[in-house]
């Protein structure tokens, strides 16, 4: 009888909820990703004239920084028309970005945003490795660190092949020469 409670209790206050929230985040993440797609549904996408010109227009207006707009629609509907001559031969947005980056010097804005599109969910991931990484740095036998101390273990487990590329041995006997910083009172 008890436990079977205990076994109700995991459920409902741990599994149950933990299960919600995954699926709650997977949902709002394949939302997100749906409304990306939907920007760059030019590149791969044959719709009606209308509707692409306003998703170029959009495209434009989310990216105005990131590209020029002068003579943008012209460029991009000749890269588009190039994509279906050789549509067998890029099927992927990867081997699309690969035709764009070869091209760059004709299509710099279409290389761009595809470069974009390519690197938004890589983006996303970065932050979420740094915090799984948070629970390996900050983990039951350091509970009690203190802000500045977590910042810095996490910086260096994250950047973890540049530290590896340090002599240790080297910052030890430097500090070790230096002058005692002791006072005495």
């Given at each position: ?50 509707i ?9 207006g ?46 710099p ?13 890589i ?34 487990y ?28």
């Amino acid at each position: 009888m008890m436990n079977l409670k205990i076994r109700e209790n995991f459920l409902v206050n741990s599994f149950y909820v933990i299960c919600d929230r995954t699926s709650a985040e997977l949902s709002r993440r394949s939302g997100i990703y749906e409304t990306v797609i939907e920007h760059f549904f030019v590149f791969f996408d044959e719709r009606l004239p209308e509707i692409k010109k306003k998703a170029v227009q959009k495209l434009k207006g989310i990216y105005k920084d990131d590209i020029e707009s002068f003579n943008f629609d012209d460029k991009l509907d000749q890269f588009l028309l190039f994509l279906k001559e050789n549509k067998d031969t890029m099927n992927t947005p990867i081997e699309i970005y690969r035709v764009a980056k070869e091209m760059v010097s004709t299509f710099p804005n279409v290389e761009i945003l595809l470069k974009i599109f390519l690197t938004i969910p890589i983006s996303n991931a970065s932050g979420e490795i740094s915090f799984s990484i948070l629970k390996r740095v900050k983990n039951y036998l350091r509970s009690r660190m203190g802000e500045d101390k977590l910042n810095s273990m996490a910086i260096l487990y994250i950047e973890q092949d540049v530290l590896n590329q340090i002599d240790t041995a080297k910052i030890i006997d430097q500090f070790a020469q230096e002058k005692s910083r002791r006072k005495v009172i």
